[in-house]
C-alpha cells in the first residue's frame, strides 16, 4: 500500500527521483498524468487501469466517459526510470503541476500524487481546517444524505 508524504526536489532539467519507499511498490516504469488539484497522479505500469474507475463499463457513447478518458489518457507518458529512480517530467505536465523546485509526493493507497509543496501546504491547509466536511460531500456523492 502506499502512504504517507516524501519531499523531493526537482531539478532544472525536470528531473525528480521517485521516492525508494513507492519506488519499490510501483516499479521502474510508471505512468504520469494530470491529476484534478494541479498534480500529477503517478501509477504503476501493470496498474494502469486504475485510470479507468468510474468510468469502466460505461459505454464509449458516453460524453463523461470520453472526456475523462481523453483527459487522463491523452495528458500521460509512460516513463522509465533511470537508476537513480529519477524520471523526467514533461514541461506541459511541470505546467499543470505548477511544480517548482521543492515537491511532495502523496502515497493514497493504489497511486502517488506529486504535488508543488507550496500548493499542497495550501490546499492541505485549507482541507485540514474542516476535515468532516469531506465524509459530508462522500456521503452526498453514494446517495446518504
Known sequence: MLLGQIEGKLSKKHQVALPKEFREQLGETVIVTKGFNNYLQIVAKKSWRVLLEGTKDKPF?????????????????????????????????????????????????????????????????????????????????????
Open 61 to 145: 457513447t458516453d460524453q463523461g466517459t470520453r472526456d475523462l478518458q481523453r483527459y487522463l489518457f491523452g495528458n500521460a507518458v509512460e516513463v522509465t526510470l533511470d537508476k537513480q529512480g529519477r524520471m523526467l517530467i514533461p514541461e506541459f505536465l511541470i505546467g499543470y503541476g505548477k511544480l517548482d523546485k521543492l515537491v511532495i509526493f502523496i502515497g493514497v493507497e493504489r497511486y502517488v500524487e506529486l504535488w508543488d509543496k507550496e500548493v499542497f501546504t495550501k490546499y492541505d491547509a485549507s482541507v485540514s481546517k474542516a476535515p468532516e466536511l469531506l465524509t459530508i460531500n462522500l456521503s452526498k456523492s453514494e446517495g446518504h444524505e
